[in-house]
């Protein structure tokens, strides 16, 4: 593997070790696997509330893509783009909840707004006969968490292009600590809106079914969810 000058710390490769012969029939670049499981902490800033801003760590969600390249040519990529394709946002359902302090960090992938783009600058080479996942932290700026939709592609060095393909994500990964809400210890002032509650249940199903690759932390995310609209009677 040779890794060329990398702009920031966040990007790790990660050898996947894996009989070549196995792929020689399988062409000669594949994305073997594309998941988002991992969690990684970096460094982030909290603003807002009274006092001077506080550095902190934030949990990113970590976008996994094993590639295969089973070429005689060496595949270098400068550049990898991430569209947002769907969106739905994800809260307590409470009226109320939240307030001006905010965390903002670097992530070495933005997700972007829904139907948007983001670009972000690599230098990762990936030799000839060589299985390797490329691991990078994903995360959001906006105010907004949920679960993103997104379009993964790189970009060679060359101008090329290979497209990884879509996965269903969470912007980070405290949104899957939401669900299930333990209704019985709320206080009523805290309880959540049932409608809120039965519309997130029902636009995640949708966006899960829709989608090609679906992280297994959304999966149970998606469960959870189902399980706090039942007890509230959806």
């Given at each position: ?87 739905v946002p994800v809260t307590e359902c409470v ?86 809400r333990p209704l019985h210890r709320l206080p ?25 690759v679906v992280a297994d932390s959304v999966r ?15």
């Amino acid at each position: 593997m040779t890794l060329l000058a990398v702009p920031t710390a966040l990007i790790a490769v990660v050898l996947f070790v894996r009989d070549v012969g196995d792929w020689v029939n399988r062409g000669t670049f594949e994305v073997v696997e594309l998941s988002a499981d991992g969690s990684q902490a970096i460094t982030g800033n909290l603003s807002g509330g009274e006092g001077p801003d506080q550095e902190v760590d934030v949990h990113a969600t970590v976008l996994t893509v094993t590639l295969m390249n089973n070429s005689e040519d060496l595949k270098v990529f400068d550049r990898i783009t991430v569209r947002t394709e769907d969106f739905v946002p994800v809260t307590e359902c409470v009226d109320g909840v939240g307030g001006p302090i905010s965390v903002t960090a670097s992530y070495e992938i933005d997700l972007p707004a829904q139907g948007e783009e983001s670009h972000s600058d690599i230098s990762y080479a990936l030799e000839p006969k060589k299985a390797e996942a490329l691991q990078l932290p994903v995360g959001s700026g906006e105010a907004d968490s949920g679960v993103a939709l997104i379009r993964i592609t790189l970009h060679e060095s060359g101008g090329d292009t290979e497209e990884v393909g879509s996965i269903a994500v969470l912007t980070s990964p405290g949104v899957g600590e939401l669900y299930p809400r333990p209704l019985h210890r709320l206080p009523v002032a805290g309880m959540p809106s049932p409608r809120c509650v039965h519309d997130t249940r029902d636009a995640l199903a949708e966006l899960v079914e829709d989608a090609p690759v679906v992280a297994d932390s959304v999966r149970t995310l998606t469960e959870d969810v189902g399980v706090t609209s039942q007890e509230l009677g959806g």
